[in-house]
């Protein structure tokens, strides 16, 4: 079951910008950090930002001052301002949620299908 849904991915040129959303499922409880991940051919998924529920924000060193996470929590949303775009931002780019659902009572990490951002020189 689907449970985190991203959207907005796509090719731009150096320079450019785009807006990725994550429309997470009715069925979460409540949900506590989110944040997006990425993962370029050959290398390992990493962190690009997480906010948590309370607003508390992080962001990888290669993309502060460029990206902004920011979420809705009245529509279980998050999003991630992406400007001044490189190269090496492309990537797949992961939607992930630490929360719960209503037919669990534990907390676990869901994660989307993945949006393509290519870059291009």
């Known amino acids: 079951q689907v449970q985190l849904v991203e959207s907005g991915g796509g090719l731009v040129q150096a320079g450019g910008s785009l807006r990725l959303s994550c429309a997470a499922s009715r069925r979460f409880f409540s949900i506590n950090a989110m944040g997006w991940f990425r993962q370029a051919p050959g290398n390992q998924r990493e962190l690009v930002a997480s906010i948590t529920s309370s607003d508390s924000t992080n962001y990888a060193d290669s993309v502060k001052g460029r990206f902004t996470i920011s979420r809705d929590n009245a529509k279980n949303a998050v999003y991630l301002q992406m400007n001044s775009l490189k190269p090496e931002d492309t990537a797949v780019y992961y939607c992930?949620?630490?929360?719960?659902?209503?037919?669990?009572?534990?907390?676990?990490?869901?994660w989307g299908q993945g949006t393509q951002v290519t870059v291009s020189s």
């Open positions: 992930n949620a630490a929360g719960r659902l209503y037919s669990d009572s534990r907390t676990n990490s869901y």
